[in-house]
C-alpha cells in the first residue's frame, strides 16, 4: 500500500474513532469549554480500545477488522444514548459558537500527524533499543487475535506487560490493512500527533475557562494562547543548546566539569570548526542529563531522564509512549472536576441523621464492651444513612468513565495509574477546601473518590490484572545519590522558569496572607517523612542477614568501612542539598498559598472562586513531588538502582510543568505590569528557543539532514515507512524468508531460531512475523515476569536443539515445547555451528531454502 494512502487511511479512522466518540465525551466533559472536542480522537481510540479487548477477554470479537468494527459500534450505540435528552440540540449549538476550535484541533492533528509521519519515513528502521520487542508485542496481537495476546518471545505463555497500548495500534493496522512494519511508524507519528493535540486541548481548556468567567467571550478567543502547551510540550530540554556551546569550545573547562552531564564533562582540547553537533549519538545524551557516580567505587550509574520529544525522536513505541496521549484525558478529567465544583455544580449531599450508640460502658470486661460498642456502632452505620456519605462524590456515569480512563493508564502504562489519581483527588479536594472552607467532608469526600476510582479502575480492567506479572518488589532506599541542581535545571529549564517566576507572581501577590507555618510544615514534613524513610530503609538492609541485603551493601560501597559511610553521606547530601531545598520550598508555598484564607483584592477577578490558578498550583506541587521523591527512595527492580524510576517520575513531571508552564506564561502576560510583562515575555521566549534548538538539530541528524536514512540497492536514499525496508539492503536473506512466513504461516505455531542477548539482533524471526519462539531476550523476560521460573533453562534447550548430535535428543526438545519450526539462517550457524545441523534435514520437511536460510516443518505437524 502506498505510504500517502496509508497515512490517509490513519487519519480518516482516528477521525471517524473520534466523532463516534465525541458525544459521550461531550456529556462527560461538561465542564470543560471545548467540551472534550480537543480530546475526542484519544479518547475515541480509549473507548474502541477497551470495548475491544473486554469483549475479546470473553471470546466474542478478535483483533481483526470486523472485531474492530463490532467494537466502534458499540461506541456508537452508547454515543447514542448519550445524544438523548437535548445533548444532540446542545451539541449543534456548540458547534455553530465553537467552529473555529474545530477547525484548529483538525488542522493541528492533520499537521502533526503528517509532520512526524514524514519524519519517520525519513528514519523508520524497526531496530535497536526497544524496538524489536515492541514490533514482536505488535505481531503477537495481530496474528493472536484473542486476548490475552500470547508471548512472543516465550511460546506457551501470554504477554505479561501492559500491553493495551499495542492492542490499540494493532486495531488501527488490522481495519486499515497497512503493512505493520509501515503501522508501527505511523503509530508513532500518531502518538505525536495525539501529544500535541493533548497538549493543546488541556491548555485551551484552563485558558478558555479563565476568560469565560473574566469576560464571557467564547472559546475561540484561546486558541493562540493554547498553543504554548504543545509548544512546551514538545521542545527540548537545554541539553541542545549545551551541545552546541561544547561543539563550538565555548566556556571554560571549570564550566563543563562542574556541568558534569557525561560525554561534555570535558572541555573542547581543539578548536572546532562550526557549531552542528556531530559527536557519536549526541542526541541520546540529552536523555541522560543526570548524572550520578557512586561516590565509594567511583562507578557511573546510569540515570535515564527521557522526555516526549526524545521519544519520538528514538522512535520506540515503548508503554510510556503509548500511553503519553491519554494521561491528558486525566487532566481533563481533574480540570472537568475542578470546575465542576468551582462553579457549584456538584449537589452537596444530604446530611444523615446519625443514631448514635450508648456511650456507657457497661459491665462487660473492657475488651468484650469494645466489641460490642464496634458492632452496634457497625449496624447502627449500616441502619442510616450515613455509610452512603462514604460513597465516592460522583454520578455513578461520571465514576465509571472516569475510572475507565484511569484505570486505562495502569494497562497502558502502570506508573501512571497512581500518579494520575492524585491529580484527579488533590484536584477535587483543593477546590473543594477553597470553596467550603476545608469543612471534614472534603477530606472525607477526596478519600473516597481517590479510593473509589482506584478500586474501579482496577475491577474494569482485571482480566490484565490477572495474568500480569512484575518485577517490581517493594521500595529500596537511595542513600548515596543525589541530583545535582544544575543537572536539573539543564533537564527542566524551560518549565522551571515559568514555574518558578509563577510561584514568585502569587508569593509577591499574597504573602502577608498566606498560611506560611502550615505550607512549611506540610512541606518539610513531607521531605522529613522521605528522609526518615530513606534512613530507616537503609538500616533494615544493613542489619539483615539475608544474602542479597549484603550484595547490595558491597556493590554500593565496595571495599568502603561501614562506619566511614555515614559521614560521607551526609557531607554529599549537604553538598547537593540545593535541589531537593528548592523542591521542597515550591511545596511550601504551594501548601501556603492554597490554604490561605481566601480574600478578594482588586487585582483579582469578581468571582475569586472561579480562579484556575489553582489548578496550575496543583500541577507545580505534583511534579516537585514527583522529582522530590527518587532523591531518597525508589522502587526496587532488577537495575538495582533508581535508574527507572526516575525515568517514569521525571517524564510525567515534564508532562505535568509544561502544562502548568504554558498557563502559567498566560496568566503572568495578563497579569504583569508591562516592564514585568517585557522581561518576563523575554525570558520565556529565551527559554522556548533554548528548548527548541535540540529538537530541530537532532531531527536534522538522526534524518540525515532531512535525506533519509533507506537506501535503494543503488544507495540513493528515500523516504518510506516501511520500518523493514532497509533489509532489502542490509539482511536480504532474512528480509525474503520473514516475508515468505508472514505470506504463508497462519494462527501461532512455535518456531525455533538463535538466542542472544537483549538489543542484539537476535529473535528476529519471532519479532517480525509475531510467531512465538521458544525464548527470545532472556533478560527480558526476567524483567517483565519478576523470576526465570517460566523461562529459565529455555536457552540452554535451544542450543542442544541446533548442536545436537542425534534426532531422537532434539526430538524431545521439539516436543516439549510444542516446535513446528526450525530456522537456520546465517545467526543460528554462527552461533551454534553446523555441525549438528545435518539432522534436520533429514528428518524434518524444508519449505523454504534461499539465500543461507532454511525453514524446516516437521513432517508429523
Not at 497497512?178 to 481548556?205: C, D, E, K, Q, R
Not at 542477614?545 to 547530601?573: E, F, H, K, W, Y
Not at 504461516?745 to 512465538?772: F, K, N, Q
Amino acid at each position: 500500500m502506498p505510504d500517502l494512502l496509508a497515512f490517509f487511511l490513519w487519519w480518516l479512522i482516528v477521525t471517524i474513532f473520534g466523532f463516534v466518540a465525541w458525544p459521550i465525551l461531550f456529556w462527560f466533559f461538561r465542564f470543560l469549554p471545548d467540551r472534550g472536542y480537543s480530546l475526542s480522537k484519544t479518547g475515541g481510540l480509549l473507548a474502541v480500545g477497551y470495548v475491544g479487548w473486554l469483549l475479546g477477554n470473553f471470546g466474542f470479537v478478535l483483533v481483526n477488522p470486523g472485531g474492530v468494527v463490532a467494537a466502534l459500534l458499540i461506541v456508537g450505540v452508547l454515543s447514542a444514548f448519550a445524544l438523548r435528552s437535548g445533548n444532540s440540540a446542545e451539541m449543534g449549538k456548540w458547534l455553530r459558537q465553537n467552529w473555529q476550535v474545530v477547525l484548529i484541533t483538525e488542522i493541528i492533528f492533520l499537521a502533526a500527524f503528517a509532520f512526524w509521519a514524514y519524519a519517520r519515513a525519513l528514519n523508520p528502521t524497526i531496530t535497536a533499543t526497544e524496538k524489536p520487542m515492541e514490533f514482536a508485542f505488535l505481531n503477537s496481537v495481530l496474528r493472536t487475535g484473542t486476548q490475552p495476546p500470547g508471548d512472543p518471545w516465550l511460546s506457551g505463555y501470554a504477554i505479561s506487560y501492559y500491553y493495551f497500548g499495542y492492542i490499540i495500534m494493532a486495531m488501527l493496522i488490522s481495519l486499515s490493512g497497512v503493512l505493520p512494519s509501515a503501522g508501527f511508524n505511523l503509530g508513532i507519528a500518531l502518538l505525536f500527533a495525539l501529544t500535541a493535540l493533548g497538549a493543546f486541548g488541556v491548555v485551551l481548556n484552563l485558558i478558555a475557562g479563565v476568560r469565560s468567567q473574566d469576560s464571557g467571550v467564547r472559546v475561540g478567543r484561546a486558541i493562540m494562547p493554547a498553543l504554548l502547551g504543545p509548544l512546551f510540550m514538545l521542545i527540548g530540554n537545554l541539553n541542545g543548546f549545551l551541545e552546541v556551546m561544547h561543539k563550538m569550545g565555548l566556556f571554560g573547562e571549570s564550566f563543563w566539569a562542574w556541568l558534569d552531564i557525561k560525554w561534555t564533562n570535558v572541555a573542547p582540547t581543539l578548536p572546532s570548526a562550526g557549531w552542528m553537533p556531530d559527536r557519536f549519538l549526541w542526541w541520546w545524551q540529552a536523555s541522560r542529563v543526570v548524572h550520578d557516580i557512586n561516590p565509594f567505587t567511583g562507578a557511573e550509574i546510569e540515570v535515564i531522564d527521557e522526555f516526549p520529544f526524545f521519544s519520538f525522536l528514538l522512535g520506540d513505541m515503548h508503554p510510556h509512549v503509548l500511553g503519553l496521549p491519554f494521561v491528558f484525558l486525566a487532566i481533563a478529567f481533574a480540570l472537568n472536576l475542578f470546575l465542576m465544583v468551582q462553579t457549584n455544580a456538584d449537589k452537596p449531599r444530604a446530611t444523615a441523621e446519625t443514631n448514635e450508640p450508648n456511650q456507657q460502658m457497661t459491665s462487660l470486661a473492657w475488651p468484650e464492651s469494645l466489641v460490642v460498642t464496634g458492632i452496634s456502632r457497625a449496624f447502627s452505620f449500616l441502619k442510616s444513612d450515613d455509610w452512603q456519605q462514604w460513597l465516592p462524590p460522583l454520578a455513578w456515569p461520571d465514576l465509571l468513565i472516569g475510572a475507565i480512563l484511569l484505570g486505562g493508564l495502569s494497562f497502558l502504562n502502570t506508573w501512571d495509574f497512581p500518579i494520575y489519581i492524585f491529580v484527579v483527588v488533590a484536584s477535587y479536594t483543593v477546590a473543594r477546601g477553597l470553596r467550603d472552607s476545608w469543612a471534614t467532608d472534603v477530606w472525607r469526600d477526596g478519600i473516597s473518590l481517590g479510593a473509589g476510582l482506584a478500586v474501579c479502575g482496577v475491577l474494569l480492567y482485571l482480566p490484565f490484572y490477572i495474568g500480569f506479572r512484575s518485577q517490581l518488589g517493594g521500595i529500596l532506599p537511595n542513600v548515596i545519590f543525589a541530583t545535582r541542581l544544575q543537572q536539573f535545571a539543564v533537564m527542566f529549564g524551560p518549565s522551571l522558569f515559568v514555574v518558578l517566576a509563577l510561584m514568585g507572581w502569587l508569593v509577591a501577590r499574597r504573602w502577608r496572607t498566606m498560611e506560611w507555618r502550615g505550607g512549611a510544615m506540610i512541606a518539610f514534613s513531607i521531605l522529613a517523612s522521605l528522609m526518615i524513610v530513606c534512613a530507616l530503609l537503609a538500616f533494615f538492609i544493613i542489619t539483615s542477614d539475608r544474602p542479597d541485603a549484603q550484595q547490595a551493601i558491597d556493590s554500593m560501597i565496595g571495599t568502603a568501612n561501614l562506619q566511614d559511610v555515614l559521614p560521607q553521606v551526609l557531607r554529599l547530601r549537604l553538598e547537593r542539598a540545593a535541589m531537593p531545598l528548592l523542591l521542597t520550598l515550591l511545596l511550601a508555598v504551594a501548601a501556603a498559598w492554597v490554604f490561605a484564607p481566601r480574600q478578594k483584592t482588586d487585582d483579582e477577578p469578581s468571582r475569586p472562586n472561579l480562579d484556575l490558578t489553582p489548578f496550575a498550583v496543583i500541577l507545580i506541587a505534583t511534579g516537585a513531588l514527583l522529582t522530590l521523591g527518587p532523591e531518597f527512595v525508589y522502587l526496587r527492580d532488577f537495575f538495582g538502582w533508581r535508574m527507572n524510576t526516575v525515568f517514569k517520575f521525571y517524564y510525567q513531571a515534564w508532562v505535568i510543568w509544561s502544562i502548568a508552564a504554558a498557563f502559567g506564561t498566560y496568566l503572568l502576560l495578563q497579569a504583569l505590569k508591562p516592564v514585568g510583562k517585557t522581561l518576563f515575555g523575554a525570558g520565556v521566549a529565551a527559554v522556548l528557543a533554548l528548548g527548541l534548538i535540540y529538537p530541530v538539530l537532532s531531527t536534522t541528524t538522526i534524518t540525515e539532514n532531512w535525506m533519509g536514512t533507506t537506501r535503494d540497492l543503488e544507495g540513493n536514499p528515500y523516504a518510506t515507512l516501511d520500518g523493514m525496508a532497509y533489509m532489502a539492503t542490509s539482511r536480504t536473506s532474512d528480509y525474503e524468508a520473514i516475508k515468505f512466513l508472514n505470506a504463508t504461516v497462519a494462527g501461532r505455531p512455535v518456531i525455533a531460531e538463535a538466542v542472544g542477548g537483549s538489543y542484539t539482533e537476535y529473535a528476529r524471526v519471532a519479532a517480525h512475523t509475531g510467531l512465538p519462539t521458544v525464548i527470545g531476550w532472556p533478560f527480558h523476560e526476567l524483567q517483565w515476569r519478576g523470576n526465570t521460573e517460566a523461562s529459565g533453562g529455555r536457552e540452554d534447550k535451544i542450543k542442544l536443539l541446533y548442536q545436537a548430535p542425534t534426532w531422537t535428543e532434539a526430538q524431545v526438545i521439539l516436543d516439549e515445547f510444542n516446535i513446528r519450526y526450525v530456522y537456520v539462517g546465517p545467526m543460528e550457524a554462527a552461533q551454534y555451528g553446523a555441525d549438528g545441523l545435518g539432522k534436520f534435514a533429514r528428518f524434518m520437511r524444508v519449505i523454504y531454502q534461499a539465500d543461507g536460510v532454511t525453514i524446516y516443518e516437521r513432517k508429523d505437524k
